[in-house]
């Protein structure tokens, strides 16, 4: 049995879910979202309380997709209730970051400042260097953080570039270092 699958999935206040044939949609004061379910996954729902039910408990396949479904609708009820968040640091001489509308202008030591637009259901919010990703959706709020550290990734001789806030740079000594 799959214990992540057999977990309860707790529904806060202002959260609703609803089920029409294999699609799911939750809805909170963050927005809205929506997944396809696989035929054989089952999401009963007694009032705050959901969870998970499968065809096969047997099933290796149908194990593994059972404790998936389950943690992504927990992140589905977690993100409309809390957004989700990625913060990303901006290093190096002359690299800045401004937030006009719903666009992120970069400069990043290119010749040309980057336009880098947000989809939708995502914002950002600019800190002096530091960008923080905000949004319902953990898949694309990730997926944005990656695309953005992707324009710049951080090099180890002066850790200039784009890094996660948490994310360790392991710094090499260059040249100078060999010579002695």
Same mark, same amino acid.
């Given at each position: 049995?799959?214990?992540?699958?057999?977990?309860?999935?707790?529904?806060?206040?202002?959260?609703?879910?609803?089920?029409?044939?294999?699609?799911?949609?939750?809805?909170?004061?963050?927005?809205?979202?929506?997944?396809?379910?696989?035929?054989?996954?089952? %999401?009963?729902? &007694?009032?705050?309380?959901?969870? +998970?039910?499968? @065809? #096969?408990?047997?099933?290796? =396949?149908?194990? /593994?997709?059972?404790?998936?479904?389950?943690?992504?609708?927990?992140?589905?009820?977690?993100?409309?209730?809390?957004?989700?968040?990625?913060?990303?640091?901006?290093?190096?001489?002359?690299?800045?970051?401004?937030?006009?509308?719903?666009?992120?202008?970069?400069?990043?030591?290119?010749?040309?400042?980057?336009?880098?637009?947000?989809?939708?259901?995502?914002?950002? %919010?600019?800190? &002096?260097?530091?960008?923080?990703? +905000?949004?319902? @959706? #953990?898949?694309?709020?990730? =997926?944005?953080? /990656?695309?953005?550290?992707?324009?710049?990734?951080?090099?180890?001789?002066?850790?200039?570039?784009?890094?996660?806030?948490?994310?360790?740079?392991?710094?090499?000594?260059?040249?100078?270092?060999?010579?002695?």
């Amino acid at each position: 049995m799959s214990r992540i699958g057999k977990k309860i999935i707790v529904i806060p206040a202002g959260v609703e879910i609803n089920q029409t044939g294999t699609t799911l949609t939750v809805k909170g004061p963050k927005g809205t979202l929506t997944r396809e379910l696989l035929p054989m996954i089952k %999401v009963n729902i &007694n009032g705050a309380v959901a969870n +998970l039910t499968i @065809d #096969n408990p047997e099933d290796q =396949q149908q194990k /593994a997709y059972w404790g998936l479904f389950r943690k992504l609708i927990a992140n589905m009820v977690n993100g409309v209730a809390n957004n989700f968040s990625k913060k990303l640091e901006i290093n190096g001489v002359g690299y800045r970051v401004a937030l006009s509308g719903n666009k992120l202008i970069l400069n990043l030591g290119y010749s040309h400042p980057i336009d880098f637009p947000l989809p939708a259901g995502i914002s950002a %919010v600019v800190e &002096n260097n530091q960008i923080t990703i +905000l949004g319902a @959706d #953990n898949e694309l709020v990730g =997926q944005v953080a /990656a695309n953005i550290r992707k324009l710049r990734k951080p090099e180890p001789y002066k850790g200039k570039g784009i890094k996660y806030s948490d994310e360790i740079i392991r710094r090499k000594s260059g040249k100078a270092a060999k010579a002695a």
